[in-house]
């Protein structure tokens, strides 16, 4: 035994390189059942608060005339469309610039001696 060579089999991958195990895979725009469920529970949701729509939008909106910051919060969230940074894509389109309040005037900063506006 000890002067023979033992061969060393190698096994046969399940998979070949670069093909997937499995071809057909899942159907695309199929959805799982959590969603299902969810889509279904939105719908009935939508059903029955959708003829008092109105009435629960104006009270929110008169909460948040009130000075209720998480009804504030929720229609700012909700209504006003964020942009990522580094967009540009709207080179044509209207800007719209929302001016809040001044900020205090800053006292400048010294830095070795130098006084620096920041």
Known sequence: MDNQIVEKKTKQHLFQPGRSGNPNGRPKGSKNKITLMKLQLEGELRTQIGRDMKDIVAKGLEMAKNGDKDMIKLFVDKCVSTVKAGED?????????????RLPEREPVTINGEAVEV
């Open 89 to 101: 894509n709207d080179a044509g389109q209207e800007k719209i610039q929302i001016v809040i309040g």
